[in-house]
């Protein structure tokens, strides 16, 4: 069973500012990273999957970077706008079929 | 990319009884998956629903508790039976089609059982 861990648990920003989160995982059998958005009341949404060591993706304001030799990935978001407001889900899928998610990282941001 | 809605949005229920969620996608898929995230816990995999055959459950879920219907390949039912409050959680469904895939997801069943 692989353990996803997310950091921090929640985080509150101003309008503005730029912030990241990290999700670790077992380096060992590695295969994908999800990323995911979660808003309230509506469905997680995929923000990007990444599988080479130094993969790095970009969307807009928001990119990731992934070390698979240690285990990491970090999601950053740069000027941060109260809609980016959202509960952020990391996934990482290893031997088995489907991802193993961690707990989120709950995000507000302040106008 | 997948739509996926839900049946019912939410639902307060009372210990003891069941409910059934409902889960169509606006295209046929082979394989639908159930997931559960309890109050500050991680999204977890209940069983894998696929067309024509049982459904694949998860260590910790029995089919007892979490009965599962897949009738044709863009529906599926999961019922949550003799709830307790235990069982308070958010209800997914999701599509995708393999561990490298994107997961899509449904907007969820919040349940909260009294």
């Known amino acids: ?111 | 990319s997948a739509v996926i809605s839900q049946k019912p949005s939410r639902d307060i229920c009372q210990r003891g009884t069941s409910l059934t969620i409902q889960c169509q996608v606006d295209s046929q898929v082979t394989m639908m998956f159930w997931y559960r995230q309890q109050p500050g816990q991680s999204l977890t995999l209940i069983a894998t629903a696929n067309q024509g055959s049982e459904a694949t459950y998860e260590s910790g879920f029995v089919i007892d508790k979490f009965p599962i219907s897949r009738p044709n390949l863009t529906f599926s039912t999961l019922t949550v039976s003799n709830m307790s409050p235990e069982d308070s959680s958010i209800y997914l469904c999701s599509v995708g089609k393999g561990a490298g895939d994107t997961q899509y997801f449904g907007p969820g069943t919040r349940l909260t059982v009294l």
Not at chain 1, 12 to 39: I, M
Not at chain 1, 67 to 95: F, H, M, R, V, W
């Open chain 1, 1 to 111: 069973i692989l353990n996803v861990e997310q950091s921090p648990q929640s985080l509150h920003v101003q309008e503005g500012d730029s912030t990241n989160f990290t999700c670790s995982f077992p380096s060992s059998n590695f295969y994908a990273l999800h990323w995911y958005r979660w808003e309230t009341a509506k469905s997680p949404e995929a923000l990007f999957v990444m599988t080479l060591n130094g993969d790095e993706k970009k969307k807009g304001r928001i990119s990731a970077t992934l070390n698979t030799k240690e285990g990491y990935s970090y999601l950053y978001i740069k000027g941060s706008q109260p809609e980016d407001s959202a509960t952020y889900l990391c996934a990482s899928s290893g031997g088995s079929y489907i991802p193993t998610f961690g707990r989120g990282t709950s995000l507000i941001v302040h106008p």
